[in-house]
């Protein structure tokens, strides 16, 4: 029996490889200088979905994405994989959300994806680190989690199982479906893509993107109708705009202070005490310790 | 109402560390409002444990003892905080941002609409002003944490929902006791009362728990120490060091060969690599092979009795010095610069 399944999956800027510049000198983030890639363990979330997809015939697999609509790449890069179909879910309200209006939003999403047996998300996204958004999903879907899934291994007559990778060890749950689960960097590796795949779906497009097209582009999604990526703004799903974006975020940044040093320079200290001390004060200052 | 609340978590039938380091902190916080520290602990056979967290200040504890609640999964949890929240209304909950906290967490405050803010490096009480609102919210929790991959430090602040939810990780915070004979009182939740049977749907089958394992990789700031330690007992004072700062120790290869750190604590092209936000290299000549795995780190300090290691080119700051004369400094001047 085939799964329903929809991974979540984010866009984000490559803050793992960070150079030196990736600051700029009034101490906020350069984006521009961080490449925006597929958020890893979303993956490894995506390599559990397409491991389902083979095992049990007429599986589907879509992915699911919040952003703004260069976040379409995510959704090739899934198609490229392996992945049936993809939502872009974009719209100037959500800017500005935190996890919870994140949560939000894309759990009205998933409710208008009729028949959903399972959500897979990765653990958490590396712009922010939180590791929020699966289990707030869940809580809002009213759903079962299974968070740091490293194997489904079975999903069968409606009962997910699945082994969890835990700080101090190792457990095999098991859980009715749908559930949602969030998936480690432990899991297996994603598999690569798909030349095949990446033949069929290179002209895979958005609405908006299809719009921006210079004259000479053909639109091919009236035979090709795989080829058309589904745009959803905050009218096409159910929501309540007060839940959404800066305003719908319990959470709100009051500062940002940068802790990358700026064109370093070593500095060179001895051994006295006064040195040492002076040292430990500043790191105690900036954050970096304690 | 209106007080500081830590969830905590057991381990091997005890409150964890790291609920006892979020009491030392809850503790401070709630003097800093002046409100009541609150504790909650759930599972099986908790008999006592009350007595674990009266020492570090909790005013009231609650402890909800029932085999539903024992091995740990969501749904259970949620279900029992959630409704003791709406009870007891605090204005500030903190939590282990352990596999428990991280897993429970979130879910909470999904069905609180209340903000969370993971891995907090620091907790501060202090005020905000909106000027577009002219509005003044007075001792709010600061939540400062690292975004960005470490690359920088925000303060995250909840003006107007409660409770304000915050993770700490392990060794974040310090653990002391507050006052030995402190004597707080003894709530007991009658589960029945929270439990519906669909809570009950997740079963764990098998679990399987080993002891604590390193987790070099994960690790926001890094002690590493190579072959200029000069022995294994000399790397207990990088491991003093490291738990005082909240950091975890990696070795060079060299180190690990000679027999003073264990091979997973290994750090470069045949080891892990990682990305802390501070590397201390200690007794470490930087060879390519080693750098390899922690160039990426945000600042590196090395402590190397050679001005002109290699290591010293791609460290903010170099101290030049014998390894066991600046690291027992180290340690010292930290712990006298934080209380
Ligand atoms: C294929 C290959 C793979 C390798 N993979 C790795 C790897 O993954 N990780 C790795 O680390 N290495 C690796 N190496 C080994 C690497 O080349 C170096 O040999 C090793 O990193 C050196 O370790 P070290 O810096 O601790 O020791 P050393 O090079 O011996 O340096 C010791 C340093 O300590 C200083 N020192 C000595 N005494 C004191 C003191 N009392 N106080 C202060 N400073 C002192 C010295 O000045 C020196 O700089 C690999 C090598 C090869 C060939
Ligand atoms: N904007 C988004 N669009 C799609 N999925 C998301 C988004 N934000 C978070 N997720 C999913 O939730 C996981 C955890 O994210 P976070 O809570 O931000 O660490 C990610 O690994 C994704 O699977």
Known sequence: MGLNIIVLAKQVPDTRNVGKDAMKADGTVNRAALAAIFNPEDLNALEQALRLKNRYKGTSITILTMGPGRAADIIREGLYRGADKGYLLTDRAFAGSDTLATSYAISHAIRKIEDVDLIIAGRQAIDGD??????????????????????????????????????????????????????????????????????KYKHAKTITERQ????????????????????????????????????????????????????????????????????????????TIG | MNNVFVICETEEGKVADISLELMTKGRSLANDLKCKLEAVVLGHNLKGLENE?????????????????????????????????????????????????????P???????????????????????????????????????????????ATIINPDHRPQMATVREGVMKMEVFDKSYEGK??????????????????????????????????????????????????????ELADSIGAEVGASRAAVDAGYADHERQIGQTGVTVRPKLYIACGISGQIQHTAGMEESAMVIAVNNDPGAPINKIADYVITGEVMEVIPKMVKYYKQNTK
Request: with cysteine; glycine share 6%.
């Open chain 2, 186 to 239: 003894l709530n007991t939740l009658d589960i029945d009362k929270y439990l519906k049977p669909e809570d009950m749907v997740v079963k764990v089958i098998e679990r399987h728990m080993e002891k604590s394992k390193v987790n070099i990789k994960n690790s926001s700031i890094i002690v590493a120490g190579g072959y200029g330690m000069g022995s294994k007992e000399n790397f207990d004072i990088l491991y």
């Open chain 1, 212 to 287: 921006n097209e210079s004259e000479d582009y053909i639109d091919l999604t009236a035979d090709r109708p795989y080829l058309n990526i589904e745009e959803w703004s905050v009218n096409d799903i159910d929501v309540d705009s007060k839940w959404l974006g800066l305003s719908g975020s319990p959470t709100k940044v009051k500062k940002i202070e940068n802790i990358v040093f700026q064109a370093k320079e070593t500095k060179h200290i001895t051994s006295s005490n006064e040195e040492i001390n002076d040292l430990m004060k500043e790191l105690i200052a900036n954050h």
């Open chain 1, 130 to 199: 939180t590791a929020q958004v699966g289990p707030q999903v869940a809580e809002k879907l009213g759903l079962p989690q299974l968070t740091y899934a490293e194997e489904v291994i079975s999903a069968e007559k409606k009962k997910l199982v699945v082994k969890r990778r835990l700080e101090r060890g190792v457990e095999t749950v098991e859980c009715p479906l749908p559930a949602v689960i969030t998936v480690n960097s432990s899991a297996p590796a994603c598999r690569p893509r798909n030349a095949k795949l990446v033949m």
């Open chain 2, 53 to 105: 967290l009266y020492p570090y200040g909790a005013d009231e504890v609650y402890i909800g003892d029932d085999k539903r609640l024992d091995p740990y999964t969501t749904l259970p949890h949620t279900a029992v905080i959630v409704e003791l929240f709406k009870e007891t209304k605090p204005q500030i909950a903190l939590l282990g941002a352990s596999t428990f906290g991280r897993d429970l967490g």
């Open chain 2, 107 to 153: 879910r909470i405050s999904s069905a609180l609409q209340s903000g969370l803010t993971a891995d907090c490096t620091a907790l501060e009480i202090g005020d905000h002003f909106v000027k577009k609102e002219n509005k003044e919210y007075k001792d709010l929790l600061y939540q400062i944490r690292p975004a960005f991959g470490g690359n920088i430090v």
